[in-house]
Each structure stands twice: as C-alpha cells, then as structure tokens.
C-alpha cells in the first residue's frame, strides 16, 4: 500500500536526516490524512492515489508560476518534489497506450461526434484511473473526435 510505503520512507528520511526529503514525504502523508479526516473514513488505495495525483498538478502548476516569476529556486523544489510524488504513483501510460484505448473506447461505445467527448472521457477515466494524465488524455481523444 502506498500509505505504508511513505511512512517506512518517512522513517528513513528521518534516519538518514535528509530534510528535504522528509518534508514533502510529511506533506503527502499530512494531505492523505487530512481527507481521511474530513471524511472520517480510511482511504483505499485507488483514492490516496488520486490524492497525490492531485498532489503532482499542484506542484506542476506551482512550478510553472515560478518560471513565470523567475523563481528557478523554488521552481527546483517543486520538480524535487514531484518525483518524490512520482516514486508513489504507477507508471503513467505511454502516449501508443493511450492512443490505443482511446481508439477501443470510441469503438465500444461506437461515438462518432466532438459532442461524445465527455462520454468518452468518462469511461477512460474510469478504465484507466489514474495511469493516465486527464489533460493528455483529453488531447488524444480530442485528436481522434476531430478526425471522425
């Protein structure tokens, strides 16, 4: 489990004084453990992975907001941060992967219209979960949508 994981990492962090380390692993574990709270349940896996995904775009678009401001120190640490997140997510699928189910999605719900999209998206999301990146995602099914 990815909840058991960043806490043996938390305690290596601690043994091995990287502080840096150490403090976005207590990030991530004080995110998962705040919604737990908030919703007085114990997470299952598929929704602390969503948590840190939701974890990486924030990182994301912080680090754009650095380079925008020209803040590359901060900008470093965001990028530092998000591999440490990316350590604790599956592998997100190639774009040949994802082109792949797109193409099956559109044929099993057989949409043929831009209109569809949300439909589609709705399904892949569910079928992949969080292997694949929304925004990318949205891409590629807008690509093979254009093309009907």
């Given at each position: 489990?990815?909840?058991?994981?960043?806490?043996?990492?938390?305690?290596?962090?601690?043994?091995?004084?990287?502080?840096?380390r150490l403090m976005a692993l207590r990030t991530l574990k004080s995110a998962i453990r705040q919604v737990e709270i908030d919703?007085?349940?114990?997470?299952?896996?598929?929704?602390?992975?969503?948590?840190?995904?939701?974890?990486?775009?924030?990182?994301?678009?912080?680090k754009e907001l650095y380079i925008q401001g020209g803040r590359q120190d901060l900008a470093d640490t965001e990028e530092y941060?998000?591999?440490?997140?990316?350590?604790?997510?599956?592998?997100?699928?190639?774009?040949?992967?994802?082109?792949?189910?797109?193409?099956?999605?559109?044929?099993?719900?057989?949409?043929?219209?831009?209109?569809?999209?949300?439909?589609?998206?709705?399904?892949?999301?569910?079928?992949?979960?969080?292997?694949?990146?929304?925004?990318?995602?949205?891409?590629?099914?807008?690509?093979?949508?254009?093309?009907?």
């Open positions: 489990m990815v909840k058991t994981r960043l806490e043996e990492a938390i305690i290596t962090a601690l043994r091995s004084h990287d502080k840096q919703q007085r349940v114990e997470l299952e896996e598929e929704a602390v992975l969503e948590i840190l995904q939701g974890q990486l775009k924030q990182r994301e678009q912080a941060e998000m591999e440490i997140i990316r350590e604790y997510l599956p592998q997100p699928l190639t774009d040949a992967e994802l082109e792949e189910a797109v193409k099956k999605a559109i044929d099993e719900l057989a949409v043929t219209a831009m209109s569809d999209m949300g439909r589609v998206m709705k399904y892949l999301k569910e079928e992949l979960g969080s292997q694949a990146d929304g925004k990318r995602l949205s891409g590629i099914v807008r690509n093979h949508l254009s093309n009907k």
